[in-house]
C-alpha cells in the first residue's frame, strides 16, 4: 500500500488567493509610481516650451542684430514695437507675429527703443597739491580724484524680443525677454 502525505504536499502550493493579493498589492503600489511619471511629463513638456521660447529669442535678436543700425528708421525717439509684419520694411528677414510648434502658438515681439549710456570716468591730478617739493614726497591721498561724466544720446539702441505662449491646458501666458545694447559706431 503506498501512503502518501497530503499535509507535506499543501504547504508547499501557492493558493490562488495568494497570487490575487500579491497582484493587487503590486498594482496599488505602481499607481503611485504611474501619477508620478505622468506629472514628469508634463514638467518636461513645460520646461521644453520654455526652451524654444528662449531659442526663438535668441534667433530674432541675433537676426536684428546683424542689421545695419538704421534699419528700423533714420531716429528712434521713442520706443516702437514691432508685433506683426511692418508694412514700411518688407526687406526685413524676420517673422514676428505667430509661430506654431508642437500645436503651441509663440507670439514674438521686437520693441526698439532709445538708450542713454552714462559713462564715469576715474580721472586724477598727479599735480603736488597739498605738498612742498623740495621737502616731501607726492602724497597720493592729495592727488585730487575726480569723476568726469560723458553722456551719450542718440547713438545707442536697446533691442529687445519678447516671445508669448501659453501651455497646453493652462490658462496664464508666459513670456520670456531677451534684450540686448547696439551702438552707432559709424564717425560723422
Request: with cysteine; aromatic share 8%; net charge positive.
Amino acid at each position: 500500500m503506498i501512503n502518501i502525505n497530503c499535509s507535506k504536499r499543501n504547504k508547499k502550493a501557492v493558493t490562488l488567493a495568494e497570487i490575487l493579493l500579491a497582484c493587487v498589492l503590486m498594482a496599488l503600489a505602481f499607481l503611485p509610481i504611474m501619477g508620478l511619471m505622468s506629472s514628469s511629463i508634463k514638467i518636461t513638456e513645460q520646461d521644453e516650451n520654455t526652451q524654444r521660447a528662449v531659442r526663438l529669442c535668441q534667433e530674432k535678436l541675433n537676426i536684428v542684430m546683424q542689421m545695419p543700425y538704421d534699419t528700423f528708421g533714420k531716429s528712434i525717439t521713442s520706443k516702437m514695437t514691432l508685433d506683426t509684419t511692418d508694412k514700411k520694411n518688407k526687406d526685413i528677414a524676420l517673422v514676428l507675429g505667430e509661430e506654431v510648434f508642437d500645436g503651441i502658438p509663440y507670439k514674438s515681439i521686437l520693441t526698439i527703443e532709445p538708450y542713454t549710456v552714462i559713462y564715469h570716468v576715474p580721472t586724477c591730478d598727479f599735480s603736488l597739491k597739498g605738498a612742498d617739493t623740495k621737502k616731501a614726497a607726492p602724497n597720493p591721498a592729495n592727488w585730487g580724484w575726480t569723476d568726469l561724466t560723458y553722456t551719450v544720446t542718440g547713438k545707442v539702441l536697446r533691442y529687445s524680443v519678447t516671445v508669448k505662449w501659453k501651455d497646453h491646458g493652462k490658462s496664464n501666458e508666459k513670456e520670456y525677454t531677451l534684450s540686448t545694447l547696439k551702438a552707432d559706431l559709424r564717425k560723422k
